[in-house]
C-alpha cells in the first residue's frame, strides 16, 4: 500500500517536474527574439523615401526609419546578388566559399548558415523570394542554371537550415511571376518591362518556378503582384510560428526591382506623370513596400513586434546607366561596381525592444554583421574558428560604440577594395593600379587621394593583400580542415 503511494507521488512528481520544463522551455523560447531578414534586390541607395527620394512612395519604410535605425553606410558585400546573400547568411565573404558573381558557384554543404544555427536553438526557419544560391532541381530545366546540366550547383533552402520554403533560384517578373506575354518570351530576360497581362493577352511560362520545402513546384497563388505573392507565404509561417510559441528566423528576399518590373494598374497610376519603364520600377517598390506594412501590421496585431527585429536591405546598387530609373543618390558607380553606388545600398533596423528612438548610424556596417549580430544577442558562439568577416554589430545598435574598427574587405572580378570608418582603397588586381578616397569628406569618391597620401594607401593596400589571402586560403578548403581537425 506505501509502497503503491510512492509510486503515484513518483509519477506525479515527475509529471509537475516536466509540465514546469516545458513551461519554462515555452516562455524562454517566447523570450527570444524573433528575427526576419528583408533584402530587395538591385534598389538604389536612393529608391527610398527615407534616403531623400521625393517620388517614388515607401511610406511603411519611411516609419520603419522614423521609428528604428538607418544606417547611412550600410554596405552589401557584393555589387551583385549571388554573393551578397550567401554574405548574409555565413557573415563571410563569398570569395571563402566559391560564390564569386551571379550564377556562380553554390552555397557549400560545409558552409554554416543562420539558419542551420538558430534551429538549433528551438527557432523555426523560413525562405521565402529569390535563393539565387544554387540550384533548385536537378529534374527539369529552371531558371538560370537549374536542371540536368547545374546539377553540381544543387543547393536548396531546405539543405541549408530552412524549415520552410517558397523560393525561386533567380529572377521573376514583379507582377504575375511565373508568366510572360508570347510576344516577348523568346527575348524576356532582356525586356526591362511590360504591361501585365489582361485575359486576352496569351502568355507562355516564364521559365522560373516557386519550389516549396519538399522540393515541388508551387501552381497556386500565384497571379498578380510578386511581392504580395511572396508575403502571402511569409505572414502564415511566423503566425504558425507564434501559435506554437516557436521563436522564427524568417529571410523575405523579394525580386523586386530586378529586370523586368511590372506593376498593377493601381500602382502605375500613383506615377501617370512619368514614362512607362519609370511608373512600373517605382510602381514595383511601392507595391513592395505595402507589403512590409501588411508585415508590420500583422506582427503588431500578435504582439510580436517589440520582441522581432526586422532588418531591411539591397543587395546591390541599381542596374543600368545614369538615365535607368534606379537612383544611387549621388553615389559613383553602379550595380558590378565596387564604388559606393555599387555597393552602397539602403538599410533599415527595427526592433522596437532594443530600439526606441529614431537614430542614424554613420559608420560603416554590412551584411557580413547580420550573423554575428544575431549570434551575441542569443548568446551562440560559433562551433568552429574559421575566419567571419563581420562583426557584433550590438555595441553600435546600442550607441555604445560610433565606429567600426574592423575594415570592411570586398572582391568582384579583378577589383578588391578595403574600407575603414574614413577611407576606403581600390586596387586593380591586375594592373596593381591603387585608388584612394577620403569617403567621410569626399563621399562620391571623385577626388582619388592614393598620391598624396601615399603611406596610408601603402598601409591599407598591404592589409588587403593580406586579407585577400585570407579568403583564397579559405575558398581552398581551409576552414573545413581546421573545422574537421577540432572535432
Not at 539543405?159 to 508568366?179: A, H, R, Y
Not at 501588411?294 to 539591397?314: D, G, P, Q, V, Y
Not at 542596374?319 to 559606393?340: C, D, I, M, Q, V
Not at 525592444?353 to 537614430?359: L, P, S
Request: proline share 6%; net charge positive; charged share 25%.
Amino acid at each position: 500500500m506505501i509502497l503503491s503511494q510512492i509510486k503515484t507521488l513518483m509519477f506525479r512528481l515527475t509529471l509537475i517536474l516536466s509540465v514546469i520544463a516545458l513551461t519554462n522551455n515555452i516562455r524562454a523560447n517566447s523570450e527570444k527574439p524573433n528575427v526576419i531578414l528583408i533584402m530587395c534586390d538591385d534598389l538604389g541607395w536612393g529608391d527610398v523615401g527615407f534616403n531623400g527620394n521625393k517620388i517614388i512612395k515607401t511610406p511603411n519604410l519611411d516609419s520603419m526609419a522614423n521609428s528604428g535605425i538607418k544606417f547611412d553606410r550600410f554596405y552589401a558585400a557584393a555589387p551583385v546578388c549571388s554573393p551578397t546573400r550567401g554574405s548574409v547568411l555565413t557573415g563571410r565573404h563569398p570569395f571563402r566559399y566559391g560564390i564569386y558573381y551571379a550564377n556562380t558557384g553554390h552555397m557549400k554543404k560545409k558552409e554554416l548558415t543562420l539558419a542551420e544555427i538558430m534551429k538549433t536553438k528551438g527557432y523555426r526557419t523560413g525562405h521565402f523570394g529569390k535563393w539565387h544560391l544554387g540550384t533548385l532541381t536537378t529534374k527539369i530545366k529552371d531558371a538560370n542554371r537549374g536542371g540536368p546540366k547545374g546539377a553540381k550547383h544543387f543547393s536548396t533552402p531546405q539543405q541549408n537550415g530552412f524549415d520552410i520554403c517558397f523560393s525561386t533560384e533567380s529572377k521573376v517578373p514583379t507582377w504575375d511571376p511565373m508568366l510572360v506575354p508570347k510576344e516577348f518570351s523568346a527575348g524576356s530576360s532582356r525586356r526591362k518591362w511590360w504591361n501585365p497581362l489582361n485575359e486576352s493577352k496569351s502568355a507562355d511560362h516564364y521559365g522560373t518556378h516557386y519550389w516549396d520545402q519538399n522540393g515541388k513546384v508551387v501552381t497556386e497563388n500565384l497571379r498578380g503582384s510578386n511581392s504580395r505573392v511572396i508575403m502571402d507565404r511569409a505572414i502564415p509561417f511566423m503566425k504558425s510560428s507564434l501559435k506554437s510559441k516557436s521563436p522564427f528566423f524568417t529571410v523575405i528576399w523579394f525580386h523586386t526591382p530586378h529586370l523586368p518590373v511590372i506593376a498593377g494598374p493601381k500602382y502605375t497610376k500613383m506615377y501617370q506623370s512619368h514614362s512607362k519603364y519609370q511608373q512600373h520600377y517605382f510602381g514595383c517598390i511601392t507595391a513592395m513596400d505595402e507589403q512590409i506594412g501588411r508585415l508590420r501590421k500583422a506582427l503588431k496585431e500578435a504582439n510580436a513586434h517589440r520582441n522581432t527585429m526586422i532588418w531591411f536591405c539591397s543587395d546591390n546598387g541599381p542596374e543600368g546607366n545614369e538615365s535607368a530609373p534606379g537612383k544611387t543618390g549621388g553615389f559613383r558607380g553602379r550595380k558590378r561596381s565596387l564604388y559606393e553606388g555599387g555597393i552602397r545600398v539602403p538599410a533599415l533596423l527595427e526592433w522596437p525592444d532594443k530600439v526606441q528612438n529614431k537614430r542614424t548610424i554613420k559608420c560603416p556596417v554590412g551584411t557580413v554583421d547580420y550573423l554575428p549580430t544575431i549570434l551575441s544577442e542569443l548568446n551562440i558562439k560559433l562551433p568552429d574558428s574559421r575566419p567571419i568577416d563581420g562583426i557584433d554589430l550590438n555595441p553600435i545598435i546600442t550607441n555604445k560604440v560610433k565606429v567600426r574598427g574592423k575594415p570592411m574587405g570586398f572582391q568582384s572580378n579583378s577589383i578588391a577594395s578595403l574600407i575603414t570608418d574614413r577611407y576606403k582603397i581600390v586596387l586593380n588586381k591586375k594592373n596593381k593600379n591603387v585608388e584612394m578616397y577620403d569617403l567621410i569628406k569626399d563621399p562620391f569618391e571623385k577626388l582619388n587621394i592614393a598620391n598624396e597620401m601615399r603611406e596610408k594607401a601603402s598601409e591599407l593596400k598591404s592589409e588587403l593583400n593580406e586579407w585577400i589571402k585570407s579568403c583564397l586560403n579559405s575558398d581552398n578548403g581551409k576552414d573545413y580542415q581546421k573545422s574537421q581537425s577540432q572535432n
